[in-house]
């Protein structure tokens, strides 16, 4: 932009965060990096987004805030948390906050609640309970899933019962083909669409979950 590091300076304390010129020579060389608030400045100067500055993709909640050059205050007031409680959840990389702080959160870092789950790192964890809910008692997943997924349980409740149903199906057409001793290249086939389908599990939840999981904003009815 052909702006020298004095330039930035000045810029920078324009725009309400003063810095001197060797803050600039240092952040170039590597030797420090900028508060949030000279992040946000300097990403206005230099007209880029925070993510150009920051190197990477968004990958945990505090960088996909930073990536919308929000502080955790401002952050914490949009979505009604308290800011000790949401920077525990960063700190920790652990989101418990209700249905309608959730919703907000989303919105506001313009993120699927399918992004939610993985950015939490509990994707596994949501991948054991629907493994152990399409072979057995599902209804009592409901809650648990309802909760990492934080969508409403009456559409979860549809989404492990429909996957309960065409797990069952697998076992049944396999047992079929066992009793009629039907030939082993029969059974295999069947069994592999059987692993291709666990492989899937995760996947298919939120393919049947639909646009309350994978689309910003969320908007799900209670």
């Known amino acids: 932009m052909g702006l020298t590091e004095v330039h930035v300076a000045q810029t920078m304390g324009a ?24 992040l946000f400045a300097l ?24 990536a919308r050059q929000l502080s955790a205050e401002r952050l914490a007031g949009r979505i009604g ?7 525990a959840a960063e700190a920790a990389q652990r989101w418990d906050g209700d249905y309608r702080q959730t919703r907000a959160l989303v919105d506001t870092l313009g993120l699927s609640l399918r992004q939610l789950v993985g950015i939490m790192g509990r994707v596994d964890e949501l991948a054991d309970h629907l493994r152990s809910a399409i072979d057995g008692r599902w209804k009592s997943h409901i809650a648990p899933v309802a909760e990492i997924a934080a969508i409403n349980e009456s559409r979860v409740s ?33 069994a592999a669409e059987r692993s291709a389908y666990l492989r899937r599990l995760v996947d298919h939840f939120w393919e049947l979950v639909g646009e309350a999981g994978e689309v910003p904003p969320f908007n799900t009815v209670l």
Not at 51 to 65: F, I, K, N, W
Not at 158 to 168: K, N, P
Request: net charge negative; hydrophobic share 40%; glycine share 4%.
């Open 158 to 190: 549809d989404a492990l019962r429909t996957m309960h149903a065409e797990f069952a199906e697998f076992s049944e057409r396999y047992m079929g083909h066992v009793v009629a001793r039907n030939n082993d290249a029969r059974l295999k086939e069947v």
């Open 15 to 38: 725009c309400g965060v003063p810095i001197p010129p060797e803050a600039v020579v240092a952040w170039e060389q590597g030797t420090h990096i900028p508060t949030e608030p000279q």
């Open 43 to 66: 990403a206005d100067t230099l007209w880029c987004p925070a993510t150009v500055l920051m190197g990477v993709q968004p990958r945990t909640l505090a960088e996909h805030r930073l």
């Open 81 to 87: 948390m308290a800011v000790a409680e949401y920077q």
